[in-house]
């Protein structure tokens, strides 16, 4: 007899009520697991992770919890190897597995980078200040903070990990708690790696909890401050957002559907190039990689006519060396569909956009399988179809088939490429291969509209390419119109997705002290001690040092271009500065903020370790002989960072706002600096 999965709620792994979905093994058919939502009180699961694990995340900062996930994914990558013997009983080959477990655990590892962009608050100061009134005593800044919510996360059943983590990493940066909502199909494996997740102890009670069921109901008891996001198909998702109380309530819902991808041959990748031999390759490991179970696939396969015959002989004899069967098998290339329901789904689908569309490549039944029974498991063979007349037969574009099946068509000329590309009515990702920039550029420019992403595939980026089909946590994933016009992906900008934004308005001195960073035409906060004589620990925001004075002379102009090598006539020529900005020689930009340096730095040996970088530089007036310039040198912010071994030493970034300014008081360059400094405390993470 199977095992019952358990359930996670409000602390405690619970065993499901009643008889449960059944979870078959995709290569044999056996029963693996039954799951079931029975016996959860949805309710008050939200009620639990909003009180306890909402709580928690926000009494830590985005840089706790960016170091949280960098150890959560440490964790998960030391014991990985688990996973992959669990994801074979979906049918997923070892490259399969390793797209989803260790594709899933790299994008926890993305985010966790992401807390030094974030800060050391439990907020996120978003942007620059806006300045609100004639003599800067009134500013505005945006902060984003946490939603006091929960977050459901409604997954499909391809990527049981990877559609997890993806997911997860982003709300637990943001400091929202989840509800984690995966296909009740191959819920075993998310199962197995929340479990340890949970016993790993690095994730707050709370934050995370799970029904591995059906989930009937889970979004009814949502409100203002909550949030769903839901992976799946279109259908579905445009039934749950439209659901009343989602409406009413404004509830964020962030959908990310199945969409008609397509991939175009441009017409200079004829038959023969490097460009077509890539194009074909990369259209088999579509086809392919988790027997065609991506919600990214190509399904849609658009080539300039004249090329049409030979692309389906290329890409006949590329996908007549897949052999499917058991993935443990040696030699085995594809696995399985997820179990024979879905094999039945695709397969009806195929037999519909056979009557217009038909078959040039493989075979429904006519195929041999290595290490299983065929009548058992849930396998189908690379399926090629043919649609010569794609602007009048529109099932290509309307029907997804969600397997290892895709569909070859022609175009003339790159505007009917883009065209056909736009008749999949939004889509994740597409793919143009090409060489050559006018092409590349006509079709980025007019079918960006309708996609998420667009890969520009040739032999100078195949070479480190991830390929069509493989999203990066960095960049957006996601897509207008059918796609479901989400954003699962995108770096920070899909953590915001989980954060409200909020204008503050005040006095520069005030949004610093709220904010702690200095907001400009703040008070000084002037001390009898340097900041470079103190340690991470003790320099304030606002911390401000006023330098002694220098006046610049044509000599001090003369010995910067020798030194530097710099002798733009601007500063060296004054007969030629007629028709320029320029009243008379003027110093180097760089004179002025090396200068600068001089005034503001200590040079004795202290707590700062050395100079980081310069984030920013911006020369606002002329300096010419005679100018005297003096600084203001600010602490704007500080960033903490993390012992990389016990070895390390305890440091932190401290970004300081330098100010020069002239006899007049006006500004004439602004330069926020990087110092690394050493802290105090030597002991502990932070």
């Known amino acids: 007899m199977s095992n019952k999965l358990k359930n996670y709620a409000n602390g405690h792994w619970q065993e499901h009520k009643g008889k449960g979905f059944e979870q078959h093994n995709a290569i044999t058919g056996n029963l693996i697991s039954t799951a079931s939502s029975e016996g959860l009180d949805y309710e008050e699961m939200a009620d639990y992770a909003r009180r306890v694990g909402g709580k928690a995340l926000r009494a830590m900062t985005f840089y706790e919890r960016g170091y949280m996930l960098k150890k959560l994914a440490l964790h998960l990558d030391s014991i990985k190897k688990k996973y992959y013997d669990i994801s074979y009983l979906s049918g997923a080959t070892k490259s399969d597995s390793w797209v989803d477990i260790d594709g899933g655990i790299g994008t926890l590892f993305t985010y966790a980078s992401m807390r030094r962009q974030m800060g050391n608050q439990r907020f996120y100061v978003d942007g620059e200040t806006a300045k609100i009134s004639t003599n800067g005593t009134f500013v505005g800044q945006h902060i984003m903070s946490p939603k006091q919510g929960v977050v459901v996360h409604i997954n499909a059943f391809n990527f049981p990990i990877w559609g997890m983590l993806e997911k997860l990493s982003a709300n637990l940066l943001a400091g929202v708690p989840a509800i984690i909502k995966p296909s009740e199909i191959t819920s075993y494996l998310t ?380 500063h060296m020529d004054e007969t030629s500065l007629e028709g320029t900005t320029f009243e008379g020689r003027v110093a180097h930009g760089y004179f002025v903020l090396s200068k600068a340096a001089g005034l503001f730095v200590d040079a004795k040996k202290g707590p700062v370790l050395l100079n980081y970088g310069l984030d920013e530089c911006r020369f606002t007036k002329p300096v010419y002989p005679g100018a005297t310039i003096g600084v203001r040198f600010t602490c704007k912010e500080k960033i903490n960072q993390e012992k990389k071994s016990e070895d390390d030493v305890a440091k932190g970034i401290v970004k300081f706002l330098v100010d020069v300014y002239d006899e007049t008081g006006d500004t004439v360059a602004l330069a926020t600096i990087l110092t690394m400094v050493k802290k105090r405390n030597q002991e502990g993470e932070f």
């Open 191 to 570: 199962q197995a790696m929340v479990e340890d997740i949970v016993a790993s102890g690095l994730v707050p009670e709370g934050a995370i909890q799970l029904d591995c069921g059906k989930g009937h109901g889970i979004i009814d008891s949502l409100g203002s401050q909550d949030l769903v996001t839901f992976t799946g198909s279109a259908k579905t998702g445009s039934m749950l957002k439209s659901m009343p109380h989602i409406i009413e309530n404004a509830i964020p819902f962030n959908m990310e559907a199945d969409s008609l991808n397509a991939a175009i041959l441009g017409e200079d990748a004829a038959p023969g190039s490097t460009d077509f031999a890539i194009f074909i390759k990369e259209i088999r490991r579509e086809m392919t990689t988790k027997a065609g179970q991506k919600c990214t696939a190509v399904r849609r396969i658009m080539v300039p006519e004249k090329y049409l015959e030979d692309v389906q002989m290329a890409l006949g004899k590329s996908l007549g060396q897949t052999t499917v069967g058991d993935p443990a098998a040696e030699g085995v290339r594809m696995g399985a569909i997820v179990n024979r329901a879905q094999l039945d789904v695709v397969r009806n689908r195929v037999v519909e956009m056979a009557k217009k569309t038909p078959i040039v490549v493989g075979d429904l039944d006519k195929f041999d399988v290595i290490g299983a029974d065929k009548s058992k498991g849930a396998f189908l063979a690379p399926i090629l179809m043919l649609n010569d007349d794609p602007f009048n037969n529109t099932d290509s574009h309307d029907i997804e088939c969600f397997g290892p099946v895709s569909t070859l068509m022609p175009y003339n000329g790159i505007d009917q490429a883009v065209e056909l590309a736009k008749m999949g009515k939004g889509s994740l990702v597409s793919t143009i291969a090409t060489s050559d920039v006018n092409i590349a550029t006509e079709y980025a420019v007019e079918a960006a509209a309708y996609h998420g992403r667009i890969l520009v595939l040739n032999e100078e980026s195949a070479p480190e390419s991830t390929g069509h089909g493989s999203p990066m946590p960095q960049l957006m994933h996601g897509g207008p119109g059918r796609a479901g016009g989400g954003e699962e992906l995108g770096g920070i900008g899909s953590v915001k997705h989980y954060l409200q934004r909020t204008a503050i308005q005040g006095h520069p001195s005030m949004l610093t002290e709220i904010t702690q960073r200095y907001q400009y035409g703040g008070v000084y906060k002037e001390k009898d001690v340097h900041p470079f004589k103190k340690y991470f620990e003790d320099i304030e925001v606002g911390e401000t040092v006023i330098t002694a004075k220098h006046t610049v002379t044509v000599t001090d102009i003369v010995n910067f271009a020798n030194v530097s090598g710099d002798n733009f006539y601007a």
